[in-house]
Nanobody, 114 residues
Framework: VQLQASGGGSVQPGGSLRLSCGVS????????VGWFRQDRGDELEGVAC???????AVYSDSVKGRFTISRDTTNTVYLQMNSLKPEDTAVYYC?????????WGQGTQVTVSS
């Protein structure tokens, strides 16, 4: 299983970014996809998770109402991030759940700063 995340960058507070994660095979092969983030010295934080079979999405309280997880019909997962805040600065990772095992992509840096 291979995952390739992209779309990170630097943005001012209040701005938007859209992260993408290309997944090997079909998303229908997996039970769930998610985005996590980690800032230096902090613990890994779950940001958003999407269940593939029913399309249900859940979000952390810190991003609820600002971030949206979605997918296309093939093999790409997105994280639309709006109204970004400095505290959203982190390396963002995507992952997929296949059975009981999670697979991770490399991170993409998001920096929110004026």
């Amino acid at each position: 299983v291979q995952l390739q995340a992209s779309g990170g960058g630097s943005v001012q507070p209040g701005g938007s970014l859209r992260l993408s994660c290309g997944v090997s095979g079909s998303l229908l092969d997996y039970s769930a996809v998610g985005w996590f983030r980690q800032d230096r010295g902090d613990e890994l934080e779950g940001v958003a998770c999407l269940t593939i079979n029913n399309g249900k999405a859940v979000y952390s309280d810190s991003v609820k109402g600002r971030f949206t997880i979605s997918r296309d019909t093939t093999n790409t997962v997105y994280l639309q991030m709006n109204s970004l805040k400095p505290e959203d600065t982190a390396v963002y990772y995507c992952n997929v759940l296949l059975g009981s095992r999670a697979y991770w992509g490399q991170g993409t840096q998001v920096t929110v700063s004026s």
